[in-house]
């Protein structure tokens, strides 16, 4: 694990208050219309790649989901939402610190179904960390499973939490997902942080194509 990396977002989630992150959102609602264009039921395995305190999974409990794995390469972001969703919820979700970069158990976990990243992806703007990204994602998600990558869009910010950006829009992130991989679905999402700045997205949904 990148120490460096890690101390950088413990720092960032001990310093400021959940809500006044410059990511956070009250309802991950650009997330879950994409996660109800899937064909799943709420068993399946739900991975989310850098989840931080992320309100998405307080909402994929509510609604059901019974197979959802919070990872993140910052244990101090995992245990305010821990904190957040009280003990009873959160024995509900399996809990993986690890870096995406480098990873040890997310490797281990076995076929997922469903993969989600909302602004994980464009911090990585190291050709070996992508293609480290891109191997995991391969060796975890199966055959006809989804994927879910929300980053910076092209016209979007350079930096975020004093970090570079690699932004994307549509084209670059089929171009990264590469041919076994189809596109179902993308928009654009304006996202306005809590000092009332626009942040623009790009939302996109991949299914993985089942070998013939
Ligand atoms: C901008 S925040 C987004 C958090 C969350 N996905 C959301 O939408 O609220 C980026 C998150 O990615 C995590 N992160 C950054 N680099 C990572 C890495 N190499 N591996 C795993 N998580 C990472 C950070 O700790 C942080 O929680």
């Given at each position: 694990?990148?120490?460096?990396?890690?101390?950088h977002?413990?720092?960032?989630?001990?310093?400021?208050?959940?809500?006044?992150?410059?990511?956070y959102?009250?309802?991950s609602?650009p997330?879950?219309?994409?996660?109800?264009?899937?064909?799943?039921?709420?068993?399946?395995t739900l991975l989310?790649?850098?989840?931080?305190a992320?309100t998405?999974?307080?909402?994929?409990?509510?609604?059901?989901?019974?197979?959802?794995?919070?990872?993140?390469?910052?244990?101090?972001a995992?245990?305010?939402?821990?904190?957040?969703?009280?003990?009873?919820?959160?024995a509900?979700?399996?809990?993986?610190?690890?870096?995406?970069?480098?990873?040890v158990?997310?490797?281990?976990?076995?076929?997922?179904?469903?993969?989600?990243?909302r602004?994980?992806?464009?911090?990585?703007?190291?050709?070996?960390?992508?293609?480290?990204?891109?191997?995991?994602?391969?060796?975890?998600?199966?055959?006809?499973?989804?994927?879910?990558i929300?980053?910076?869009?092209?016209?979007g910010?350079?930096?975020?939490?004093?970090l570079?950006?690699?932004?994307?829009?549509?084209k670059?992130?089929?171009?990264?997902?590469?041919?076994?991989?189809?596109?179902?679905?993308?928009?654009?999402?304006?996202?306005?942080?809590?000092?009332?700045?626009?942040?623009?997205y790009?939302?996109?949904?991949?299914?993985?194509?089942?070998?013939?």
């Amino acid at each position: 694990m990148t120490t460096s990396m890690k101390q950088h977002w413990d720092n960032v989630y001990s310093s400021k208050k959940i809500n006044q992150l410059g990511w956070y959102e009250e309802i991950s609602a650009p997330s879950l219309e994409l996660l109800s264009k899937c064909a799943i039921n709420k068993g399946v395995t739900l991975l989310d790649i850098g989840t931080g305190a992320s309100t998405l999974i307080d909402s994929l409990i509510e609604a059901g989901f019974t197979n959802i794995i919070a990872s993140d390469i910052s244990e101090t972001a995992l245990s305010k939402l821990r904190e957040r969703l009280g003990k009873e919820k959160a024995a509900l979700v399996k809990w993986i610190v690890d870096d995406i970069t480098n990873p040890v158990h997310i490797q281990s976990l076995g076929e997922v179904d469903v993969w989600h990243d909302r602004a994980v992806l464009h911090f990585l703007v190291e050709e070996d960390e992508r293609n480290a990204y891109l191997a995991t994602l391969k060796k975890v998600v199966k055959q006809g499973g989804y994927v879910l990558i929300a980053t910076f869009s092209l016209n979007g910010a350079k930096k975020c939490s004093g970090l570079d950006i690699r932004n994307y829009d549509e084209k670059l992130l089929v171009e990264f997902m590469g041919e076994e991989f189809e596109l179902i679905e993308h928009f654009d999402h304006m996202y306005y942080m809590p000092s009332g700045e626009a942040r623009p997205y790009i939302y996109t949904l991949f299914q993985r194509k089942q070998k013939i």
